[in-house]
Nanobody, 117 residues
């Protein structure tokens, strides 16, 4: 079993910044951040592979930056120029790919991001 623990959420005014962190209990092949509004499905925000390849949803390109420290089994999400519409619970996802035919996904509990004046 893999544990993922997020931190860094909070309340910020529009235009502000937050840096989310997610620490995994072991090294993961891919890690990412999703957002989830009440009653809705999780949506991908950004992802990163162990080799550093990144992927972003269009709405955050140029505003959010995902990075990882493999030595610390940690993924970060730097969120800049935040807007009220970025308010959500942000969840960390980790994926292990032990073989070509298998993948295992793990989720953190989430951290609340609130953007308001």
């Amino acid at each position: 079993q893999v544990q993922l623990v997020e931190s860094g959420g909070g309340s910020v005014q529009p235009g502000g910044s937050l840096r989310l962190s997610c620490v995994a209990s072991r090294r993961l092949d891919a890690m990412g951040w999703y957002r989830q509004a009440p009653g809705k499905q999780r949506e991908l925000v950004a992802g990163i592979t162990s080799g550093g390849n990144t992927d972003y949803t269009d709405s955050v390109k140029g505003r959010f930056t995902i990075s990882r420290d493999n030595a610390k089994n940690t993924v970060y999400l730097q969120m800049n120029s935040l807007k009220p519409e970025h308010t959500d619970v942000y969840c960390c996802r980790g994926r292990v790919i032990p073989t070509i035919a298998a993948t295992y996904d793990y989720w953190g509990q989430g951290t609340q991001v609130t953007v308001s004046s």
